[in-house]
């Protein structure tokens, strides 16, 4: 399907930083993906584009991480994957679980223990992800949240002045699933468009209109135009990277297990070649720079593993 922005995707951390530093789209899209009664929200953490240098190992974990304070006290972290892991919904719990702890802490720390119970915030949280994570749900959109396994009634706990509240709950947007066919609230729909970098089939909001008109080069500073062309450079010389990978593992002779993907088939490949077999491939991929982990996750070799093999 034709890309809405032929250069430059939604999803690139840059663009996405930029997205959500705006505090009327960040609110729009909590509103519509998690059903909340959202007014007004503060960017917490996750929109500074100048504060670091980025290199070509960030590209290889997580995409954008942002956290916002809705109007409630209720916190949302969001987070852009567009590298599929094996780990990231058990890395998404540990982030939301630590942010709760680490709320009620400050909390301790300021003297409020009497109250820093009644006092804790929720935590919620968003993923989107350009791949499949959830194979065995049809929707591209996914909430989930503490409920009862026999009535399905939420697990509400008490909050400021008597609120009840779900602590936790977490929203999948799976990019890949988009069908412009499938049944979705036009609500979500407009924002799997948005960031599925997609045709909008209907006329999008006020504020997805805004967050796409951010994607016009002609409203990038000179220094955001550069950091952004640089970071395209430095993703499409990691996927070049990647192709070489498979390029070579296919002369390996394990073709057979790239076909079912290349995931599963350099695992399948390398458990069945021998012992130097295994070492020269890992060595080729590590040559063409990547990093252990990302080498760990391609292989599904734990860093131990692949230590082993390598001392």
Known sequence: MEKRHKHVSPTL???????FS?????????????????????ILEGTQLHKKDFDEDELFSTSVDVRAKLNDGTEVIIEIQV????YFLNRFHYYLAN???ENVQQLRQQGQTHKMYEQMEPVYGIAILEKTLLPDEESPINTYWMANSRTGKPLHSFYKDGKQQNLLQIAFLELDKYNKDKHIRDEGRQWLEFFGNLPFSKAPS???????SLLDS????????AMIDERIRIQENYDMTMETAIDEAREEGIEKGLEQGLERGLKQGLERGRHEERLELIHKMLS???SLEVVSDVTGLSLEELEGLLS
């Open 288 to 290: 063409k720079g990547l």
């Open 13 to 19: 951390d840059i663009m996405a930083k930029k997205i």
């Open 99 to 101: 942010q709760l702890v």
């Open 206 to 212: 006020r504020a997805v209109t805004h967050a796409d």
């Open 218 to 225: 002609s409203s990038w500073t000179q220094e955001e135009k």
């Open 83 to 86: 590298r599929k892991q094996h």
């Open 22 to 42: 705006l505090p009327e789209v960040t609110v729009a899209f909590i509103r519509d993906i998690l059903d909340l009664d959202v007014v007004d929200a503060q």
